[in-house]
């Protein structure tokens, strides 16, 4: 079964750290981009980070350089794989729903990227409080 389920969300405080895991399985997961977005209540959904599958290149939002990881783990399954967004010095404007995503033409688009999606997550809630 294709599909990208998230885990690692909750409540921090201002300045603190979350871990995200986006576990996708049920296809060649090397052989896509994959990343994170993020959704803010009333604000559109925009791009956080992505890994691209040729030479595995890091893209970044503005709002996420320096703060924020992705990465992923060197599984053997090529059916499997999982991929972390590790965020540090959160901000109450970090909070939101961060959803895992795999598609293309991952690029900056103003402070954050953008992407053509061909496969959602159903989310995770991350809430920073002040």
């Known amino acids: 079964q294709v599909q990208l389920v998230e885990s690692g969300g909750g409540l921090v405080q201002t300045g603190g750290s979350l871990r995200l895991s986006c576990e996708a399985s049920g296809f060649e997961v090397d052989m896509y981009d994959i990343g994170w977005f993020r959704q803010a209540p009333g604000k559109s959904r925009e791009g956080v980070a992505c890994?691209?599958?040729?030479?595995?290149?890091?893209?970044?939002?503005?709002f996420a350089e320096g703060r924020f990881t992705i990465s992923s783990d060197s599984s053997s399954d090529i059916m499997k794989k999982t991929v972390y967004l590790e965020m540090n010095a959160l901000k109450p404007e970090d909070a939101g729903v961060y959803f895992c995503?795999?598609?293309?033409?991952?690029?900056?688009?103003?402070?954050?990227?953008?992407?053509?999606?061909?496969?959602w997550g159903k989310g995770t809630q991350v809430t920073v409080g002040s």
């Open positions: 995503a795999v598609g293309a033409a991952w690029v900056p688009r103003g402070n954050s990227l953008t992407a053509s999606i061909d496969l």
């Open positions: 890994i691209r599958a040729r030479y595995g290149v890091k893209l970044y939002a503005e």
